[in-house]
């Protein structure tokens, strides 16, 4: 996985690591010598994130990503990277094997942000990982440009 990532950035670079869950990619890219930040709207991940954030170079935004700031219910599961803001996803994948064995918790009010908005913050990433669950393409639209590698 390592080698893999390091194509994408150099150390420094700033990356977005958008549905960071635990952290287990936010780690990987401080490994490699990225700032990160780490975004992630379920409350449970986000304890692993600010530990990580202790000792690594990890900004934690506790919010979800989309096409504009506001306010979504996300679905949680006993399986966290399963967690979801898309309703319509979670009714096309609730009958996969994938999912027989995983528990649906009661849904939450998160923050929503904006590509845009974590730019304005943190300035532009040279990488960005999206693992939203069948939300991309709504963060994607929140992202008025792309991210440019400088290396």
Request: include cysteine; glycine fraction near 6%.
């Amino acid at each position: 996985m390592r080698a893999f990532y390091a194509q994408f950035f150099a150390k420094r670079d700033l990356v977005f690591d958008i549905g960071a869950n635990v952290g287990e990619y936010s780690d990987v890219f401080t490994e490699l010598g990225a700032r990160v930040v780490a975004v992630e709207p379920n409350p449970s991940c986000c304890e692993s994130l600010y530990q990580l954030a202790r000792i690594r170079d990890v900004r934690v935004e506790g919010c979800a990503v989309g096409e504009k700031v506001g306010h979504a219910t996300l679905r949680r599961c006993s399986e966290t990277y399963f967690s979801t803001l898309n309703e319509k996803w979670l009714e096309q994948t609730k009958d996969s094997p994938v999912y027989r064995s995983v528990k649906w918790l009661d849904p939450i009010d998160v923050p929503v942000t904006t590509v845009d908005s974590l730019i304005r913050r943190h300035g532009k990433p040279t990488f960005i990982k999206i693992d939203v669950e069948g939300f991309e393409a709504n963060v994607i639209r929140g992202m008025s440009t792309p991210p440019v590698p400088e290396f």
